[in-house]
């Protein structure tokens, strides 16, 4: 964990979005449209996507039947769908970090609200598929409380006075622009957790921009801070993942010095879409070798602009030959810091080699060290390639 940076603003409350920001809705939306156009022979692509964020259902719809030129109403549409997308509800898992953010919150009586563009009744269904969360938030505004959804700022105000909190003393964080435009129209400060991989570069109006919710710090805001990270590092519920090595981008050994053993993304794809980008730890298993402490980047590595999201891990230790094809089990159990861009290949060879120390340093502690022991690291891959 980074230096505590200065106090920003002393907030009260905290109002947060629902869909990509607490639920990585994205997926079951994916999922969905790809199933629904095929009645109409067209397939969704997930270009659009960017698109939908931050919209009211009817005008998510309306932009569906517009780019995939439809022979139906937006209204018919509309009709045709829910029903697909309420059998999805429960399906949804909430984005990393969010489960520790509601229960941080209200186990330190910071009151919480819940304002999305979404029906109230959908609103209730996803969030009843998630443990403790109902109860959580003192306030819950659905899309069709309010006369204008986001991007006005009715649906934060009308929380604030539910909540008897002004405006100013009100944190909002959301995912999307028209959140974030509506946060701040409401006079309250914003932080935006874009849900749009590589947009960061558009949330100019909010207060601060973070890559994930793990990286929120509450005490910036005047709010209880977290506990639990230990030495610089975050634990995790441990996933998995695994695959034959493959030859990577070249940059590892010969541009920065740091041979990571690289894994092809064609068979995990979804599941990086439900990890943040930044930087991990872990432990690696060769199978024809042994068991290794492991430190990896997943993300798009923004000084060399990938067009793809990559999980690149570096295993801690000297080998005298390359292992290209050999089957390679990880199981990450801590984050670090998230992903960022630096101003010279200097400036990243010395975080990497940071980043390694912060991990060698943290795989001796017991919260680490016992899952050196993880039958995955010595599973034979087949058919257990992606779970977590």
Request: proline share 7%; charged share 20%.
């Amino acid at each position: 964990m980074s230096a505590v940076k200065p106090l920003k603003k002393l907030v009260s409350c905290v109002i947060l979005d629902l869909d990509g920001t607490l639920l990585n809705t994205d997926g079951i939306v994916s999922e969905v449209l790809k199933v629904f156009l095929v009645k109409y022979e067209k397939q969704w692509n997930g270009k659009a996507a960017h698109k939908l964020v931050g919209k009211t259902p009817f005008e998510a719809a309306a932009v569906i039947v517009e780019d995939f030129e439809l022979p139906c109403t937006t209204e018919e549409l509309i009709s045709e769908i829910t029903p697909m997308f309420s059998d999805q509800w429960c399906n949804i898992k909430a984005l990393p970090g969010a489960n520790r953010l509601i229960k941080h919150l209200h186990g330190h009586g910071v009151p919480i609200a819940l304002a999305s563009n979404s029906p109230r009744a959908s609103i209730e269904s996803k969030i009843s598929c998630h443990q403790g969360w109902k109860e959580s938030f003192s306030v819950i505004i659905g899309g069709e409380e309010v006369r204008m959804g986001k991007p006005s700022p009715e649906m934060f105000l009308e929380a604030a006075k539910r909540l008897s909190i002004k405006p100013s003393d009100c944190l909002v964080i959301e995912d999307s622009l028209p959140g974030v435009t509506a946060g701040k129209a409401a006079g309250m400060e914003v932080v935006a957790v874009p849900s749009i991989p590589k947009q960061s570069h558009i949330f100019t109006s909010a207060d601060e921009v973070i890559n994930s919710l793990l990286d929120l710090r509450p005490e910036q805001w005047g709010l209880p801070p977290f506990q639990d990270w230990v030495e610089d590092t975050l634990p995790v519920e441990p996933w998995h993942i695994g695959g034959p090595v493959i030859k990577g981008f070249g940059r590892g050994s010969k541009v920065l010095g740091v041979p990571t053993a690289n894994l092809s993304t064609e068979s995990y794809s979804t599941l990086l879409s439900e990890h943040p980008s930044g930087v991990y730890f872990g432990w690696a298993g060769l199978s024809n070798r042994g068991t290794y402490k492991m430190v990896m980047s997943i993300g798009w590595n923004p000084y060399f602009n990938n067009t793809e999201k990559t999980i690149e891990p570096w295993l801690l230790h000297e080998f005298e030959e390359d292992f290209y094809g050999e089957e390679l089990h990880l199981v990450i159990v801590g984050y670090i810091r998230p992903e960022a861009n630096f101003p010279s290949l200097e400036s990243i060879i010395a975080r990497i080699h940071e980043d390694r120390k912060i991990a060698e340093r943290a795989l001796d502690l017991p919260l680490y060290s016992n899952s050196k022991d993880d039958p995955y690291l010595k599973m034979p891959l087949q058919g257990v390639e992606n779970h977590s």
